[in-house]
């Protein structure tokens, strides 16, 4: 890790379509060093930030992100993400993190059954995660989201551990953050639209960020989650940069 | 050799959305008695073996490790030999 970039990893799986809007973002609009994962390589090449990208992977077969977790590069990420590793997923990469057990739940069909491509208001529920960092708490994003099945489904106890330990990360809210069933668009299970892991980790969300990101297209709120990333993960490298200094 | 025929439901507690408007496009066909609708999956396999046992044990662990998600899904299936 240099001393002002981060290194971030974006998948490709067969049938991922947002691989490339990840990619320009974290490279043209961040300045981060990215680079593409294809799905049958056997090494994560080092990188600090793994993003599972939105698409279809093997064409949503079987279940959304079914097969996916089972490619090769999933042996890499997995254990990455066990042993600390960030993880990001973003509505397709959500379903996978799902799939493959890094995140708890599950996302069913769409209550309404219709496939939804619109912008959504998001509210910030923990902003204090290294996803989050740079939002303040209780703030309205506007991301667009674009899925069939993003309906968030978890059992009640493994929803009330989520809300104990603050890895709720965003609910879906109306313009003036109030969470509510109107402002819900896919019966999400307590108007979930992205969750972490316990230890804080890995993340998953339905909305798109990077769809949010480039100043050209109207909206950046999107930006904040990649530069919460950027912000707290550099800070993290600095600390222990500055700890090797001090014992050696 | 056999095949396994497999069933994947959305588990009992879940909404099926899909079932549901099925079952509205029912009703106004007035086939008012049927009165819940569940769409789910089939899956068949087909299994070199020679023991059913066996076969019923490949076809449990394709559907623990892959075919059905237990967060949302069960299973059932039966063994045929053909």
């Known amino acids: ?248 | 050799m056999y095949v396994a025929k497999i069933i994947i439901k959305l588990r009992r507690s879940i909404l099926d959305p899909q079932g549901k408007a099925v079952h509205h496009a029912l009703e106004s066909l007035d086939m008012r008695a049927i009165h819940d609708v569940r769409i789910g999956k089939f899956i068949e396999l087909k299994i070199d073996s020679h023991d059913e046992r066996e076969a019923g044990r490949l076809t449990e662990q394709a559907c623990k490790q892959l075919l059905g998600n237990p967060v949302m899904e069960d299973y059932s299936f039966t063994i045929e030999r053909i």
């Open chain 1, 1 to 248: 890790m240099s001393d002002s970039k981060l290194k971030f990893g974006v998948v490709v799986f067969p049938g991922s379509n947002c691989d490339h809007d990840a990619y320009y973002v974290l490279k043209e609009i961040l300045r981060q060093d990215v680079r593409f994962l294809w799905h049958k390589e056997k090494s994560l090449e080092e990188v600090d930030v793994v993003i599972l990208p939105g698409g279809f992977a093997y064409g949503d077969y079987l279940r959304c992100g079914a097969i996916a977790r089972f490619s090769p590069i999933m042996n890499q990420v997995v254990p990455f993400a066990r042993h600390g590793g960030t993880v990001v997923g973003i509505c397709n990469g959500f379903q996978i993190l799902c799939e493959a057990g890094l995140l708890p739940g599950a996302l069913l069909r769409n209550a309404g059954l219709r496939f939804i491509c619109q912008y959504v208001n998001m509210r910030v529920e923990n902003a204090d995660s290294s996803f989050t960092s740079q939002c303040k708490p209780g703030q309205v994003l506007q991301i667009p989201i674009a899925h069939g099945e993003g309906n968030y489904f978890v059992d009640d106890a493994t929803l009330r551990r989520l809300e104990e330990n603050k890895q709720i990360l965003f609910r879906y809210c109306g313009p003036d953050g109030s969470v509510t069933p109107e402002a819900n668009p896919n019966g999400s299970c307590a108007n979930i639209a992205g969750i972490m892991n316990e230890q804080g980790n890995v993340m998953g969300m339905m909305p798109h960020p990077e769809r949010a990101a480039d100043p050209v297209l109207g909206h950046t709120d999107g930006q904040l989650i990649f530069r919460s990333l950027i912000d707290r993960l550099l800070q993290r490298e600095a600390v222990h940069n500055h700890l090797i200094i001090e014992r050696s």
